[in-house]
């Protein structure tokens, strides 16, 4: 350990702009500091991070040093408010995932659902598509598989643009019915 007048030159050392005095600093209250912030850090807590917070705060803050008053309590009293800030960041944490599961687990809950409303809606949908006819099941599969443009359809088909505009609507509208019917069923 730095005598008092050993100290006070380390900080002197620093203020002037010397870096290496705070390594002496650092050696002589490595350990004191960690077994503090060991014995008061909240489980939980990274002691590691809050003594090495410590040192960095009493290196930008050296200058706040009234020399000739207790340089050790003074560090010491960094610390502490460095253990105050890691328990208020914890509580912090723990509030946020407090109040953020609850939504989180509603969240996926709905996700769930909806993957399955999905599915069943497919396996409707895939139900009144083979109640169609294969030539409206071709069309149908040539525009929404294929993604072909109503002209080329139309030129296979030998149907006008406009008759197959109304034959897809009447189709889309056909299934559309379908499903509803039955979902109505499998609900009822």
């Given at each position: 350990?730095?005598?008092?007048?050993?100290?006070?030159?380390?900080?002197?050392?620093?203020?002037?702009?010397?870096?290496a005095g705070f390594e002496a600093i650092l050696r002589a209250f490595?350990?004191?500091?960690?077994?503090?912030?060991?014995?008061?850090?909240?489980?939980?807590?990274?002691?590691?991070?809050?003594?090495?917070?410590?040192?960095?705060?009493?290196?930008?803050?050296?200058?706040?040093?009234?020399?000739?008053?207790?340089?050790?309590?003074w560090l010491f009293s960094i610390a502490k408010y460095q253990v105050?800030?890691?328990?208020?960041?914890?509580?912090?944490?723990?509030?946020?995932?407090?109040?953020?599961?609850?939504?989180?687990?509603?969240e996926e809950l709905q996700r769930r659902a909806e993957s399955v409303?999905?599915?069943?809606?497919?396996?409707?949908?895939?139900?009144?598509?083979?109640?169609?006819?294969?030539?409206?099941?071709?069309?149908?599969?040539?525009?929404?598989?294929?993604?072909?443009?109503?002209?080329?359809?139309?030129?296979?088909?030998?149907?006008?643009?406009?008759?197959?505009?109304?034959?897809?609507?009447?189709?889309?509208?056909?299934?559309?019915?379908?499903?509803?019917?039955?979902?109505?069923?499998?609900?009822?």
């Open positions: 350990m730095i005598g008092n007048d050993g100290l006070e030159a380390q900080v002197r050392r620093v203020r002037e702009g010397d870096p490595e350990w004191p500091i960690r077994t503090f912030v060991v014995a008061h850090c909240p489980p939980g807590g990274d002691a590691d991070d809050v003594a090495q917070r410590t040192f960095i705060e009493a290196f930008k803050k050296i200058d706040v040093y009234r020399e000739g008053t207790d340089f050790r309590a105050l800030a890691e328990a208020t960041r914890l509580r912090r944490i723990a509030d946020y995932h407090r109040r953020y599961a609850p939504v989180a687990l509603a409303a999905d599915a069943d809606r497919l396996d409707r949908l895939r139900d009144c598509l083979g109640a169609l006819n294969p030539q409206a099941r071709d069309i149908l599969g040539q525009r929404y598989r294929e993604g072909l443009p109503l002209e080329e359809i139309s030129r296979r088909s030998g149907r006008t643009v406009g008759a197959l505009k109304k034959y897809l609507f009447t189709l889309r509208a056909r299934l559309h019915d379908c499903i509803a019917r039955k979902t109505a069923t499998e609900t009822a």
